[in-house]
């Protein structure tokens, strides 16, 4: 399971940026033996996130990648109504 959060793209109106906040990973099988009763693994990537904001306002440079249009994980919406979204990930 993957947790992700939408944000606009300011340099581009159609673009959304996806935001990866967490993972959980939840064990089924090792070693040919059931252990799906054992705990989910999980992984907070929010963790610390008010700290690296500050940061970013310190460093040269760290706002510029952050708002970047190209950043890895987005898609662009080419058709959005009330009964139908058609979007486009990647290049092309």
């Given at each position: 399971e993957v947790t992700t959060r939408a944000s606009e793209r300011s340099s581009s109106p159609n673009r959304v940026g996806?935001?990866?906040e967490g993972?959980?990973?939840q064990p089924?099988?090792?070693?040919g033996q059931s252990v799906s009763s054992l705990p989910p693994l999980s992984v907070d990537f929010t963790?610390?996130?008010g700290i690296l904001d500050q940061v970013v306002s310190f460093?040269?440079?760290l706002?510029?990648?952050?708002?970047?249009e190209d950043?890895?994980?987005?898609?662009?919406?080419?058709y959005l109504d009330d009964?139908?979204?058609?979007i486009r990930q990647g290049p092309g």
């Open positions: 996806l935001v990866f993972v959980k990973l089924i099988e090792f070693f963790f610390g996130q460093v040269p440079g706002d510029e990648l952050r708002d970047n950043a890895p994980g987005y898609f662009d919406v080419d009964e139908l979204l058609i």
